[in-house]
């Protein structure tokens, strides 16, 4: 099934919380699912991610023309970021259990790489020439080691996806106040509204 690769799924912030969250709803395991489970899905999102993450990587496009290949390699960098981080912003500290195995698969992402990075005006690059989807990937998430990165990841308390709040004073609660923030009201207004009707009917 194809998948609409709207800007609500690019609420993480950053390409590597946004790839953390191709998985919905983590935890769950009656709802859960993986919007990668098919490997073409992986060049839509690069295509995306392109246009939609074009500030942090500078204007650089992404590519992905052989999904079926780099798979295992996003995937490693997807899982071991999500853990990594989803696990500081629980215990407000990078466990250093989880290092080894995050490194290990940002290298492996960028091992075949033959690119420059972090030029003034070019994080990613130059942005006239596409850089391989991995090694972009690679480069975001270590970018989420940065002190003040980490102090800003949060988990969605709706969806669990994580992402970086750059609300002024640090107070953002949703990824997306339009459909996370507004489920969660409606969802408090559905309860508020049965309990008082279930008080009427036990007078």
């Not at 390699?73 to 990594?84: F, G, H, N, P, W």
């Not at 989880?98 to 790489?113: Q, T």
């Not at 994080?123 to 391989?132: E, L, N, Q, Y």
Request: aromatic residues 8%.
């Amino acid at each position: 099934m194809t998948v609409s690769w709207t800007p609500h799924r690019f609420t993480g912030g950053l390409l590597a919380l946004d790839t953390a969250n191709t998985v919905v709803l983590r935890g769950d395991p009656w709802k859960t699912f993986d919007r990668f489970k098919d490997p073409a899905e992986i060049a839509r999102f690069a295509d995306a991610a392109s246009g939609f993450r074009a500030a942090e990587l500078g204007g650089r496009r992404l590519e992905a023309p052989v999904p079926d290949k780099i798979a295992p390699l996003v995937l490693s960098i997807r899982e071991a970021t999500d853990r990594l981080f989803r696990g500081a912003v629980s215990k407000g500290a990078v466990a250093t259990a989880d290092l080894p195995a995050f490194l290990g698969a940002c290298a492996d992402g960028l091992a075949g790489s033959r690119t420059e990075i972090g030029a003034v005006g070019k994080p990613f690059g130059d942005p006239a020439t596409p850089i391989a989807f991995e090694a972009a990937l690679a480069v975001s998430a270590l970018s989420l080691l940065r002190g003040d990165t980490l102090a800003r990841l949060r988990i969605c308390p709706n969806c669990t996806w994580l992402f970086v709040d750059r609300s002024r004073n640090s107070s953002r609660l949703w990824c997306d106040m339009a459909v996370c923030g507004n489920r969660r009201k409606a969802s408090r207004h559905y309860r508020r509204r049965r309990t008082a009707a279930n008080e009427v009917n036990n007078v």
